[in-house]
C-alpha cells in the first residue's frame, strides 16, 4: 500500500511540477532555466523523502568532501531513472543537466518538459549521430553559465546494477571542445526500483546509494580522456563492490533486522524541537509514540499545501500539536495512541 502511495504523490508532484514550468515559460528563457535548477532540487528531495516515509526506501546521499570549482562535469554508473534526482541531491549548489535517450523527450510529466526546457541532451542510441553530437555540444556550452554537464558512459542503465563498459564518444564531443575538470560518483540500489513493477515489488526494505568520489583535472586529448574514463570506471565499480559487501555482511549478521523508514535524522529533529519548547520530560515519551511516526507525512502534507512563510514554522507547530494531543489522549485514556 505504501507503494501505491509513493506512486500516486510521485504524479502529483510530477504533475504540479509541470504545470510550473509552463507558467515560467510565459516569463522567458531565463526564468525557465532557473525553474528548472530550483525545481529539480525541491522535487528530488521531496521524492526521496516520500519513498522512505511511504515506501520504507532507504537512502545514503553524500556530498563531495572538499571544495568545488564552479563548473565540472558529472560522470556516473547507470541503474534507473531515479539516478537523474538522487545526483541532484548530492550537488543543491550546482545546476545539473543530463545527456538522456531522445525516448524521454515526450510522455513524461515534467521529466520530458524539464529535460526539453533544460537544455539536456537528448541523444538517439541508434541512429543520427550528427544530430547526438549537436547535442552534446550543446550542453557542454551551458558550462559557460555556470551549468554542469552530466553524462552516464554506459549509455543505458544497468539491470543488474554491475558497471557496464564506459563508452569515451559522448564524453570526448563535450570535453574537446568545452574542458573542465571531471567528478565521479557511484551510485548502487536503482536497480531495485528501475520500474514501476519494481517500485511496488521492492520498495521497501531497498536502499540507495549515491556518494562523489573523485575531482579530476580537466583532460586534454582523446588519449588522456580514454584514460580517465578507465580509471573513473575502474573506481566506481569499486566503491559498488564495496557498499554491495558491506550489505551482505550486514544482512547475515542481522537477518531478520527490520529496516525503519524513519530516519534518525528526523527524529532528532523533533526531539531539539521540543527542547527548544522546553519540554524535555517528555522526551521519551514522545520519540516512542506513534505520534512520532506520522510526523513525516504531515510535514509532506504542510510542505505542498502551504506557502513558503509558512513553512518555516512547521518544527514549532506540528510538534507543540503532536504534543498537546499526546498528552490529552493519555489523560483520557484513549487507546489509540
Same mark, same amino acid.
Given at each position: 500500500?505504501? @507503494?501505491?502511495?509513493?506512486?500516486?504523490?510521485?504524479?502529483?508532484?510530477?504533475?504540479?511540477?509541470?504545470?510550473?514550468?509552463?507558467?515560467?515559460?510565459?516569463?522567458?528563457?531565463?526564468?525557465?532555466?532557473?525553474?528548472? @535548477?530550483?525545481?529539480?532540487? /525541491?522535487? /528530488?528531495?521531496?521524492?526521496?523523502?516520500?519513498?522512505?516515509?511511504?515506501?520504507?526506501?532507504?537512502?545514503?546521499?553524500?556530498?563531495?568532501?572538499?571544495?568545488?570549482?564552479?563548473?565540472?562535469?558529472?560522470?556516473?554508473?547507470?541503474?534507473?531513472?531515479?539516478?537523474? %534526482?538522487?545526483?541532484?541531491?548530492?550537488?543543491?549548489?550546482?545546476?545539473?543537466?543530463?545527456? /538522456?535517450?531522445?525516448?524521454?523527450?515526450?510522455?513524461?510529466?515534467?521529466?520530458?518538459?524539464?529535460?526539453?526546457?533544460?537544455?539536456?541532451?537528448?541523444?538517439?542510441?541508434?541512429?543520427?549521430?550528427?544530430?547526438?553530437?549537436?547535442?552534446?555540444?550543446?550542453?557542454? /556550452?551551458?558550462?559557460?553559465?555556470?551549468?554542469?554537464?552530466?553524462?552516464?558512459?554506459?549509455?543505458?542503465?544497468?539491470?543488474?546494477?554491475?558497471?557496464?563498459? $564506459? $563508452?569515451?564518444?559522448?564524453?570526448?564531443?563535450?570535453?574537446?571542445?568545452?574542458?573542465?575538470?571531471?567528478?565521479?560518483?557511484?551510485?548502487?540500489?536503482?536497480?531495485s526500483i528501475a520500474t514501476i513493477a519494481r517500485v511496488l515489488l521492492h520498495l521497501r526494505g531497498a536502499t540507495y546509494r549515491a556518494k562523489p568520489l573523485t575531482l579530476y583535472p580537466a583532460p586534454r586529448g582523446k588519449k588522456e580522456i580514454a584514460e580517465l574514463l578507465g580509471r573513473l570506471k575502474a573506481e566506481i565499480s569499486g566503491q559498488v563492490m564495496q557498499w554491495r559487501r558491506a550489505q551482505q555482511r550486514g544482512d547475515k549478521k542481522?537477518?531478520?533486522?527490520?529496516?525503519?523508514?524513519?530516519?534518525?535524522?528526523? @527524529?532528532?529533529?523533533?526531539?531539539?524541537?521540543?527542547?527548544?519548547?522546553?519540554?524535555?520530560?517528555?522526551?521519551?515519551? $514522545?520519540?516512542?509514540?506513534?505520534?512520532?511516526?506520522?510526523?513525516?507525512?504531515?510535514?509532506?502534507?504542510?510542505?505542498?499545501?502551504?506557502?513558503?512563510?509558512?513553512?518555516?514554522?512547521?518544527?514549532?507547530?506540528? %510538534?507543540?500539536?503532536?504534543?498537546?494531543?499526546?498528552?490529552?489522549?493519555? @489523560?483520557?485514556?484513549?487507546?489509540?495512541?
Open positions: 500500500m505504501g @507503494s501505491v502511495l509513493f506512486l500516486l504523490s510521485t504524479l502529483m508532484l510530477f504533475l504540479r511540477g509541470d504545470f510550473a514550468l509552463l507558467l515560467a515559460a510565459l516569463r522567458g528563457e531565463a526564468a525557465v532555466m532557473k525553474q528548472v @535548477s530550483d525545481g529539480q532540487r /525541491a522535487l /528530488a528531495r521531496k521524492l526521496f523523502f516520500l519513498a522512505g516515509i511511504l515506501g520504507g526506501l532507504r537512502t545514503d546521499f553524500r556530498r563531495y568532501a572538499g571544495p568545488l570549482p564552479r563548473v565540472f562535469m558529472i560522470v556516473s554508473n547507470h541503474q534507473s531513472l531515479a539516478d537523474i %534526482p538522487a545526483v541532484t541531491v548530492c550537488f543543491p549548489r550546482h545546476p545539473v543537466r543530463f545527456v /538522456a535517450k531522445r525516448e524521454l523527450r515526450r510522455g513524461i510529466p515534467y521529466v520530458s518538459r524539464s529535460l526539453r526546457f533544460g537544455q539536456s541532451a537528448l541523444v538517439s542510441r541508434t541512429s543520427d549521430f550528427g544530430q547526438g553530437r549537436q547535442e552534446l555540444r550543446k550542453l557542454g /556550452a551551458l558550462s559557460r553559465d555556470g551549468i554542469c554537464p552530466m553524462i552516464f558512459p554506459e549509455g543505458t542503465r544497468s539491470k543488474t546494477g554491475r558497471v557496464r563498459e $564506459f $563508452f569515451t564518444g559522448g564524453v570526448s564531443v563535450i570535453l574537446e571542445r568545452y574542458p573542465m575538470p571531471v567528478l565521479s560518483v557511484a551510485v548502487d540500489g536503482g536497480q542481522n537477518p531478520t533486522l527490520r529496516r525503519e523508514p524513519l530516519g534518525r535524522a528526523f @527524529s532528532e529533529g523533533c526531539r531539539q524541537a521540543l527542547k527548544s519548547l522546553g519540554l524535555r520530560s517528555c522526551l521519551w515519551h $514522545f520519540s516512542h509514540s506513534a505520534v512520532l511516526r506520522s510526523l513525516p507525512l504531515l510535514k509532506t502534507i504542510f510542505t505542498l499545501i502551504s506557502p513558503p512563510q509558512v513553512q518555516k514554522n512547521f518544527w514549532v507547530t506540528i %510538534p507543540t500539536l503532536a504534543f498537546l494531543l499526546r498528552t490529552s489522549a493519555m @489523560s483520557f485514556r484513549t487507546p489509540f495512541l
